[in-house]
């Protein structure tokens, strides 16, 4: 590789490595031989001369004749000894090289000629992103505009790559042919389809490019953008003219393309048509998909519904260690010594019942198959897996499992739980249960609503950020002016109190009146009254009014909208659950009797009144729930954008 090296062996070849070199010898004692020789790397002192920018040695090695023809080791000549910038000192030294050669009439011979790789210093340049010296090179005499290197690039297959729309468009001044192929019968076209460069897409469509040409495997350059998920070009190459029914080698289009890459959003852009998913055929897939996933979706709803079941069980059965009193001795539980009273505590409780100790070891087994499973799906999809539905799920196992740990031989016995144990099993059933509605959204009938309520909840937290000084003001407003209220004493608890009177439980009688009732009540007073009565107001209607009414307009005045969104992201967890799914089986090549791993059939047969197979069955109604959910869904959005009449 023609690369400037930082230590040169020789003698000569170190001199030419100074920057400022000055001469000692005179020619005749240096010798021909020594212009002439070479580095182990077999570069030349007039290469060491380009490198380093020193014009006053690369133009005494001129005026000595040095052999400026001379090759490296790669099969480099002194012309792939690019500089990096125009700033740089070799830039000129490149210049002075180029024009010498240029008198003696070798140039042209000299920048088209290929190293061991087949390149030329044009393909140096494009390779390595030098777009202002590749502007150089591809504008002088003589360059060939055809040249390929062994794997078959010309100049505009690698330029096209680093987004320089005038070095793209010298390259296309120079050879004419924007459709040159390399050997994978790729067009520069495809390379910046690749790169997601939309500029440099749209200028080789305005220089009327072949936006349907299939590479060795078939494809087209609408494949390749939708199998990437590049959303910008695949608009733009559809409006171009842009084929879609073009198949590959696999018989395989652009939208299973887009479906493979989980980008559902490209299905959609394909003809700027959201209902373009809800065709009868697209339809049919996902319910011919759906049918043979539904047995181990099942299986998987029961295992989780089994957790959740036997994780209830098992909490309401134990008693909370804050509930436990001595009774005997007379102690009280403490909270702020638990280690000596948990242990007074276990020599006075009875034995745990078996029923207690049947749904904790059932609960532990449970939630470490579960742990396996998730261990399992993160060494299948690595990075791919962390989702917050995955990060609530693995913390709903761990805590489950931590809830069961018996720390010592009397918590073993009596069933007793430490206090951090009850706190993280109370938030991991919470999370259990809350995951719930999120674990069976896959169901049609309950995907659409389970979406509806996600978009909701992204809003009002969306609110609650933009808001959120609000209510920080009036948090510290409050606990300012009534610290000697319980309520606001404390400034997390003013928080809480804030976050409640939101809502609408402002408790105003409460917080201003019940010191006429108790007058000598410290907790009670109220000291500045006009500035806290004016503050109160203003709370009133920015808080429970403007905030709470901005949100009811929000999830209630744009039903249709949300409701649409809704379907169209229930539909894209339904795509990504099937290909994920599908992958996980084939890597696991487990469920082969399901089928769920075959590939898609031709044709699916619906028939309405026939029953006698279950994944026929299953099917049929998955279809036919699709389509009456579609038909309802939009129905709700001509009643809600009808104006009402009378």
């Not at 638990?338 to 049947?358: M, V």
């Not at 029953?611 to 579609?630: A, Q």
């Not at 038909?631 to 954008?641: D, G, I, K």
Request: hydrophobic share 40%.
């Amino acid at each position: 590789m023609a690369e400037c090296p930082k230590l040169v062996h020789q003698s000569f070849h170190f001199q030419m490595e100074l920057t400022s070199f000055e001469l000692n010898n005179s020619p005749e004692d240096a010798g021909k031989n020594l212009l002439e020789s070479k580095s182990e790397e077999g570069k030349t002192p007039l290469m060491y001369a380009l490198c380093n920018g020193s014009c006053g040695v690369l133009k005494y090695l001129l005026q000595m004749n040095a052999n400026y023809r001379a090759t490296d080791n790669d099969g480099d000549n002194v012309f792939y000894y690019l500089p990096k910038t125009k700033d740089c000192g070799s830039w000129k030294s490149y210049e002075l090289l180029l024009q010498y050669v240029e008198e003696q009439g070798q140039l042209s011979n000299m920048l088209n000629a290929k190293n061991n790789q087949g390149r030329t210093p044009l393909h140096r340049a494009a390779i390595k992103g030098l777009t202002e010296t590749f502007k150089l090179l591809i504008r002088k005499d003589g360059v060939d505009p055809h040249v390929q290197d062994d794997s078959g690039r010309s100049y505009l297959h690698l330029i096209v790559r680093h987004a320089d729309l005038e070095a793209v468009e010298e390259a296309l001044r120079l050879t004419g042919e924007i459709d040159v192929r390399d050997e994978d019968l790729e067009s520069p076209l495809f390379y910046a389809v690749r790169e997601n460069l939309s500029n440099v897409v749209e200028l080789l469509i305005a220089r009327k490019c072949d936006v349907n040409l299939q590479n060795d495997e078939l494809q087209t350059p609408i494949m390749i953008a939708c199998l990437l998920g590049h959303t910008e070009l695949v608009p733009t190459l559809y409006n171009n003219g842009a084929r879609l029914d073009n198949r590959d080698i696999d018989e395989e289009n652009a939208l299973l393309y887009a479906i493979r890459s989980k980008s559902i959003d490209l299905v959609k852009l394909k003809t700027n048509r959201g209902d373009l998913l809800k065709h009868d055929l697209v339809r049919a897939f996902l319910a011919h998909k759906s049918a043979r996933l539904f047995i181990p979706f099942l299986t998987s709803f029961i295992f989780y519904a089994l957790l959740l079941a036997v994780y209830s069980v098992y909490m309401f059965q134990n008693t909370p260690p804050y509930m436990h009193d001595t009774g005997t001795s007379g102690v009280e539980y403490d909270a702020t010594n638990e280690t000596r009273n948990l242990q007074k505590l276990c020599s006075l409780l009875r034995p745990a019942k078996w029923t207690t100790e049947l749904s904790k070891y059932g609960l532990m087994i449970l939630a470490l198959l579960s742990l396996l499973k998730e261990v399992v799906q993160f060494v299948l999809y690595k990075r791919n897996y962390f989702t917050w539905e995955n990060a609530i799920e693995i913390s709903i196992y761990v805590l489950a499992f931590l809830i069961t740990v018996d720390t010592n031989e009397c918590m073993h016995v009596t069933g007793l739980r430490e206090h951090w144990q009850w706190q993280s099993g109370t938030i991991g059933l919470m999370l259990a249960w809350v995951n719930l509605p999120f674990f069976v959204q896959r169901i049609p009938f309950l995907g659409v609503y389970v979406s509806m309520f996600k978009l909701v909840l992204r809003n009002l937290v969306i609110l609650l950020m933009i808001f959120s000084p609000f209510i920080v003001a009036f948090m510290m407003t409050f606990h300012l002016l009534l610290m000697n209220q319980l309520a606001f004493k404390h400034r997390g608890d003013a928080l809480s109190k804030i976050m409640v009177m939101i809502s609408g439980e402002v408790e105003f009688e409460n917080t201003m009146f019940k010191r006429y009732e108790q007058p000598n009540a410290e907790e009670y007073m109220v000291y500045y009254e006009r500035c806290t009565y004016a503050l109160f107001i203003v709370f009133i209607i920015i808080m429970p009014i403007a905030l709470t009414n901005t949100l009811t307009g929000i999830a209630v005045g744009e039903v249709s909208s949300i409701l649409r969104e809704a379907a169209m992201s229930k539909l894209r967890l339904t795509i990504r659950t099937i290909v994920s799914t599908n992958e996980l089986f084939k890597a696991m090549n487990v469920f082969s009797s399901f089928g769920i791993c075959e590939p898609l059939p031709k044709f699916c047969e619906r028939k309405p009144n026939l029953s006698r197979f279950v994944n026929k069955t299953l099917f049929h109604w998955f279809y036919e729930f699709g389509k009456e959910s579609d038909q309802v869904s939009r129905a709700m959005v001509v009643n809600e954008l009808t104006p009402p009449t009378g």
